[in-house]
C-alpha cells in the first residue's frame, strides 16, 4: 500500500523559510512521479513541484520557482524547500504520487495536473503571517 506522509509545516513570519518532508512507502521510486500540491484558503488546490523518478527531472511552477525547490534523499523522502514565503503561501501542502513517470522537465506544466495522481498524503498546514 502506497502511503505519504507530510510533515514540517507550522506558522512563520513572511520572509522566513520552511521545508516540508514527504515520507513515502509502499512505492518503488523510480515507477513514480512525486508532487507537492497546495490549496489555499478559499482556492482549488494547485500544483506546485514534482520530482520525476523515472528521470530524476523535476519542474517548478511558476509561482514559486526561484523560491521553493522539489529534492528527495536516499530514502525516498521528498522536500520542499520554501525560502522568503509570504502570507499568499498559507494553505494545506499535499504530498502526492503517480505511476506515470514521464520526465518532469520535458512534461512542464502538464506533470502537475491534480488528475494524474493516484495516492495522496493527509496534508501539512502552513500559515505564513505578515
Known amino acids: 500500500e502506497v502511503q505519504l506522509v507530510e510533515s514540517g509545516g507550522g506558522l512563520v513570519q513572511a520572509g522566513e523559510s520552511l521545508r516540508l518532508s514527504c515520507a513515502t512507502s509502499?512505492?518503488?521510486?523510480?515507477?513514480?512521479?512525486i508532487a507537492w500540491f497546495r490549496r489555499a484558503p478559499g482556492k482549488e488546490r494547485e500544483g506546485l513541484a514534482c520530482f520525476s523518478g523515472g528521470d530524476g527531472t523535476t519542474y517548478h511552477s511558476h509561482s514559486v520557482a526561484g523560491r521553493f525547490s522539489i529534492s528527495k534523499d536516499n530514502t525516498n523522502t521528498v522536500y520542499l524547500q520554501m525560502n522568503s514565503l509570504k502570507p499568499e503561501d498559507t494553505g494545506v501542502y499535499y504530498c502526492?504520487?503517480?505511476?506515470?513517470?514521464?520526465?518532469?522537465?520535458?512534461?512542464?506544466?502538464?506533470?502537475?495536473?491534480?488528475?494524474?495522481?493516484?495516492?495522496w498524503g493527509r496534508g501539512t498546514q502552513v500559515s505564513v503571517s505578515s
Open positions: 509502499g512505492l518503488a521510486f523510480e515507477d513514480y512521479t
Open positions: 502526492a504520487a503517480s505511476t506515470r513517470v514521464e520526465s518532469a522537465q520535458a512534461m512542464g506544466v502538464i506533470a502537475l495536473v491534480e488528475g494524474w495522481y493516484d495516492h
